[in-house]
């Protein structure tokens, strides 16, 4: 090897020391969002049953300690769940659905004559039951898990999740 | 195959030709380590360019976002600390090679003719690297940068008529905040930046017709590849010396957040206007301007006019006068950088306030990183603002302690109770063993009834302990509960302490439903030691279920809303009753 040679050779190795001190941590850097953000699920209180009458769909904001970046909120809305009683005797006695539209995440709205749900962006409508009933949207409203404490008027907790948009399975988001 | 797809690109592009222009000429003056610390200087330059990049990219320029998101930058993202540490020493660093840069050009005479407009962009990036690193300083609003920039730009306030107006304009308006941010931000990322690359260009255009066009050198060797793995070494030590100062430092630091109402905090400027800030303490206030603008001043319009010394004197004279100049001046900083580090070394007010204001750092820091506390919505000035322990303590030094004492330290002469772990169980049982302890009311003035009853007592000390123990439930009735609900509690109608108070106690103190008082004048105790009994203490001390009785003389002074905040009070309180985040470190801190 030349004298030449060799110094093409340090200069390349130079370079590669630079460019991977820049690359190696800054890739890390920027690939930062994909860390586990940690945040775990649990039933919150969202109403008492005697809030909810048979058949009529009530929306209540999930309430929870929020983290955006480096800010706490403290008891922020963070979404919004449907809640719908069901007739006595049916198991489970309340249906949650959040609010959040399988399709593309929009807010799903009662639609005027109480008798479906309404997405505003794309007009995906949903049964009562969350069935879809045109195309637009791939899977029904996303159910959420639902507990009933006991006691004269039960309280209503509800499993607050977010699922992947679009899939036409349920796949929760970590 | 690569070959063919480089030929392709090649044909279309020319870059092969470019490539060969921008390293195949001849190095004039041979190659050297000597021409190394320029290039390097620009390729330093390119990696804080990229860093500063990365780092906007998770960077929030506002008052109230800036600190937590830089909180966020070094404790939360991969590598951050390590990306603004980089980019904070090599920033650090290409102060250093500019300068050694302009040094070499004077002590080799390449300042002169025909090099003046080398010389003049030299001084030129040297002004701008200092302006990115002042500008810098400022973004993460914490303490240090915060403080400094105020330090520097009051300074610009005091040159004679325009000083005022440029301060106005520097800062965005009288006070400093989100208008100082966004600007110092823009100049930071865009202004300065492209500026510098301006110089460095034109720079980089004048070494090279240099080097073509004249003939005064004699020995000319190739550029590639010899001078560039010189450059390109530099720039590597430049790097790893960053990288080791990151790791060796924690990274490029991050005070408490800024906070215009904190008390003393120990404001240094950066390590290159040491000596100037040196100047300015020593000098008389009359003589200010001195330090601000004459010397300053004069040295800037000396550098710049060096060039043209060589038109009035014969040019060895003039290059040995420049020589001599700038050795004067780097003489004069260097002694009076000396002398401000051995002031400050010698001065224990100093260092107790950058003691202090670490560990106002780490508490921040504990606060921050906290999932329960977090930076508040309102603004990572409210992160200590909103803390008990920092703030309630205090608040309490301030407005309380020029009588009362806590811990046994006060500010002032002591006339009124001590009230570190006042409310505790502790706290009333030493009382109810010694009330004349100057712990309680030894040093108030007219407050001798529990002293009194203390020497007709006859209580056994087991007794005296159920009491304690009694008055001690009353620091945690909750505000919306009356005397009779809380009488009708079962741990409270059953509390071994309760007949042993009312038989003792209840003669003199009034609670509610349980005691009438009447044998002298004493306070009322129902929840004694909670917010509520506390705030109306603090309030109104001279009501009647209070201390009234007192003589007006021996009242505790009322502590109004326009003398103390609600917000102020809660954590005078929150603090007094320990209610507030508590960390390992903190806890030891305090």
């Not at chain 1, 590669?16 to 800054?26: H, Q, R, S, T």
């Not at chain 1, 309430?63 to 963070?78: A, N, T």
């Not at chain 2, 840069?101 to 080799?108: K, P």
């Amino acid at each position: 090897m030349s004298r030449r040679e060799l110094l093409v050779r340090l200069v390349w190795g130079c370079r590669a020391v630079l460019g991977l001190v820049m690359l190696v941590p800054g890739m890390a850097f920027l690939l930062s969002p994909l860390k586990k953000s940690g945040r775990g699920t649990s039933f919150d209180a969202l109403a008492r049953m005697s809030e909810l009458k048979v058949g009529e769909p009530r929306a209540f904001a999930v309430l929870k300690d929020l983290r955006d970046g480096w800010v706490k909120y403290p008891r922020e809305p963070i979404g919004s769940v449907w809640l719908i009683r069901q007739p006595d005797g049916v198991d489970p006695p309340v249906v949650a659905l959040t609010a959040e539209c399988p399709h593309l995440g929009c807010a799903v709205n009662l639609a005027a004559d109480g008798k479906s749900f309404l997405c505003p962006c794309h007009n995906s409508i949903f049964s009562l039951a969350g069935k879809p009933e045109n195309t637009v949207s791939p899977r029904p409203m996303d159910p959420l898990d639902v507990q009933i404490t006991s006691g004269p008027d039960p309280e209503i907790r509800v499993k607050f999740e977010r699922f992947r948009p679009q899939a036409d399975r349920r796949i929760p988001l970590a | 195959m690569l070959k063919s797809l480089t030929d392709w690109i090649d044909d279309r592009t020319g870059y092969r030709s470019l490539l060969a222009w921008a390293r195949d000429f001849p190095a004039p003056g041979g190659v050297g380590w000597r021409h190394a610390l320029g290039p390097a200087f620009a390729i330093v330059f390119v990696l804080e360019a990229i860093t500063g990049l990365l780092l906007m990219v998770a960077y929030s320029p506002s008052s109230s976002t800036a600190w937590g998101s830089v909180f966020h930058i070094e404790h939360a993202l991969w590598m951050g600390w390590f990306i603004r540490g980089v980019h904070y020493f090599a920033g650090q660093a290409m102060v250093i090679l500019i300068g050694l840069v302009l040094l070499q050009m004077v002590v080799t005479g390449a300042y002169r003719q025909p090099r003046e407009f080398r010389w003049w962009l030299g001084l030129g990036l040297l002004f701008l690297t200092i302006a990115l690193s002042r500008t810098g300083h400022l973004l993460p609003w914490d303490q240090e940068g915060y403080w400094s920039t105020k330090i520097e730009t009051n300074i610009v306030a005091g040159i004679p008529v325009v000083g005022p107006y440029l301060q106005r304009l520097i800062v965005g308006g009288d006070d400093y905040g989100n208008a100082t941010i966004t600007r110092f931000h823009a100049a930071h990322v865009v202004v300065l930046p492209t500026l510098l690359g301006v110089c460095l260009a034109a720079t980089i255009v004048l070494v090279r017709r240099r080097r073509t066009v004249t003939d005064e050198i004699a020995r000319t060797e190739a550029f590639w590849p010899e001078q560039a793995l010189k450059n390109l070494v530099v720039a590597v030590v430049v790097v790893v010396g960053s990288i080791i100062a990151s790791l060796a430092l924690g990274g490029a630091g991050l005070d408490a957040p800024a906070d215009p109402s904190s008390g003393e905090f120990p404001a240094r400027p950066d390590w290159y206007f040491i000596w100037l800030f040196h100047l300015l303490r020593t000098l008389p206030s009359d003589l200010r301007l001195v330090a601000t603008l004459v010397v300053p001043g004069a040295i800037v319009s000396l550098l710049f006019l060096l060039p043209l010394l060589d038109r009035l004197l014969p040019k060895k004279l003039a290059h040995g006068l420049a020589c001599a100049v700038v050795l004067a001046i780097l003489g004069g900083v260097g002694y009076l950088t000396y002398g401000s580090l051995r002031a400050d070394a010698a001065d224990a007010h100093f260092r107790e306030a950058l003691a202090e204001a670490d560990q106002t750092s780490d508490r921040a820091t504990a606060l921050a990183a906290d999932l329960e506390t977090g930076v508040p919505p309102e603004g990572s000035t409210y992160l200590l603002r909103q803390d008990p322990l920092w703030r309630g303590r205090g608040v309490l030094e301030r407005k309380c302690l020029g009588c009362h004492v806590a811990e046994g330290k006060g500010k002032g002469e002591q006339t009124a109770s001590d009230l570190a772990q006042f409310g505790s169980r502790e706290w009333i049982g030493g009382l109810l063993e010694n009330p004349s302890s100057k712990r309680y009311f030894g040093a108030t003035a007219g407050a001798g009834g529990m002293a009194e009853w203390k020497r007709a007592s006859k209580l056994k000390p087991e007794e005296l302990s159920l009491v304690a123990d009694f008055v001690a439930t009353f620091a945690v009735v909750p505000d919306d509960v009356t005397p009779d609900d809380w009488l009708s509690t079962k741990e409270i109608a059953d509390h071994p302490g309760l007949p042993l108070f009312q038989k003792e106690c209840g003669t003199c103190h009034v609670v509610d439903g349980l005691s009438e008082g009447g044998t002298r004048d004493a306070p009322e105790l129902f929840g004694w030691g909670s917010p509520r009994w506390i705030s109306r203490m603090v309030r109104k001390p001279g009501a009647a279920d209070r201390y009234g009785f007192l003589e007006p003389k021996h009242q505790m002074p009322a502590f109004p809303a326009e003398q103390l905040t609600r917000g102020d009070l809660d954590m005078v309180i929150r603090y007094l009753r320990g209610d507030y985040f508590k960390t390992a470190p903190a806890a030891k801190a305090h």
